[in-house]
């Protein structure tokens, strides 16, 4: 079973930067990585994607220009840092594994809950 552990949420004003991060329980080198939120009411979004060798990247509308994903494939990590952070990113965060692209979804983490005051 493979455990997915996001971490770095949080309380941050309007305009803040967070990152999040994702650490993972085995190696994470061949898989596809993503993140996806889910707010109060609304369905879960997928935000963005990266390949198994960091070389694709995938960017929901709402997470372009502001956020951005990376990984450390020696330390089985993934991150996502978020930039001018807006009241309408507020969400629980979620890190996935493996899959299809760019939505990869084999594995989900636990969530991490944003929150960004105005």
């Known amino acids: 079973q493979v455990q997915l552990v996001e971490s770095g949420g949080g309380l941050v004003q309007a305009g803040g930067s967070l990152r999040l991060s994702c650490a993972a329980s085995?190696?994470?080198?061949?898989?596809?990585m993503g993140w996806f939120r889910q707010a109060p009411g609304k369905e879960r979004e997928l935000l963005a994607g990266i390949n198994w060798s960091g070389g694709l990247t995938y960017y929901a509308d709402s997470a372009k220009g502001r956020f951005t994903i990376s990984r450390d494939n020696a330390k089985n990590t993934v991150y996502l840092q978020m930039n001018s952070l807006k009241p309408e990113d507020t969400a629980v965060y979620y890190c996935t594994m493996g899959g299809r692209w760019p939505g990869p979804n084999d594995y989900w983490g636990q969530g991490t809950q944003v929150t960004v005051s105005s």
């Open positions: 085995r190696r994470i080198d061949n898989k596809n």
